[in-house]
């Protein structure tokens, strides 16, 4: 997975890359097993509420599970797959670390939205483009559906966050939306974007769900003030020369014989 220059200088000015066809429809179609598997399950939660921060909405539902890594051997391998480490190296830097995975799910027709913040008014980490997310389309992300939207160029400035009152813990800023980006991928598309995009999605208004996973990592000299996610000394290191593939918080070597067998189980279970 090797970007441009010019994809790289896009990351690097504007804050985000979309890039389709990042995963295959093999990958895809695993990943969509093993979330059934996890809202069979009941590890998905509703975050959305009715306007005040707390009274959890029952006509609309927004679904998140954070982490995903203790519930799902397959997510907890997906940051393993070689060409993840390979694309996020380039964007930001080695070494890499994992920092964090979750996931948001939102059901057909009362698919409620994520509202615009920023990642680093979480993470706060000093240099927003030392940290990025890899956002995967599940399924086709549209308008319709509430895909990803971003506002490029803007990373620098740090916009005010207060609690959002359509989630039982999120913050939220306002920036100036007329400037945002609806950014259409479909399933199995990318989408990195660096700690200080501001980005939203919306609601979902079609009849079949939407989800997107989310992996975020930062490159090791933000490893110190870096806050959220694993804890310092515990974020798996992807890539340089203390590159452990999980072993050193896992117990186990995780890549792409991991992913590869993960991917082939979650298959295996739909059949």
């Given amino acids: 997975m090797r970007f441009t220059s010019e994809q790289i200088e896009r990351f690097r000015t504007e804050g985000y890359l979309a890039v389709p066809g990042f995963w295959t429809d093999e990958e895809v179609a695993a990943m969509r097993r093993e979330l059934d598997r996890l809202k069979e399950n009941g590890k998905l939660r509703n975050v959305a509420t009715d306007g005040d921060g707390k009274t959890h909405s029952q006509t609309k539902a927004n679904l998140q599970l954070c982490p995903m890594w203790p519930h799902s051997d397959l997510f907890r391998a997906m940051p393993f797959a070689p060409k993840v480490a390979e694309a996020v190296s380039q964007l930001i830097g080695d070494p890499v670390l994992l920092h964090l995975d979750q996931v948001f799910l939102k059901p057909g027709r009362h698919g409620a939205g994520t509202n ?9 980490i000093p240099d927003p483009l030392k ?6 389309a599940v399924h086709d992300a549209t308008e319709a559906n509430g895909t990803m939207r971003v506002i490029p160029g ?11 009152p359509d989630s039982d813990h999120h913050i939220r800023c306002y920036p100036d939306e007329s400037k945002a980006v609806m950014v259409d991928l479909p399933a199995g598309g990318a989408l990195f974007f660096c700690y200080g995009t501001p980005h939203a999605t919306g609601a979902n ?7 997107g996973v989310a992996l975020h990592f930062i490159n090791a000299g933000q490893n110190g003030t870096a806050r959220g996610g694993f804890e310092v ?15 050193d918080v896992y117990g186990e070597r995780l890549g792409e014989e991991a992913w590869r067998a993960e991917m082939a189980k979650a298959l295996a279970s739909a059949a």
Avoid: C, I, M
């Fill in 154 to 164: 803007v990373f620098r400035e740090q916009f005010e966050h207060s609690r959002d």
């Fill in 116 to 124: 615009w913040h920023q990642d680093n008014a979480y993470f706060q």
């Fill in 205 to 211: 208004n079609t009849d079949h769900e939407r989800a």
């Fill in 233 to 247: 000394g515990k974020r798996p290191v992807l890539t340089g020369p203390d590159a452990a593939g999980g072993e």
């Fill in 131 to 136: 940290g990025t997310a890899l956002w995967t």
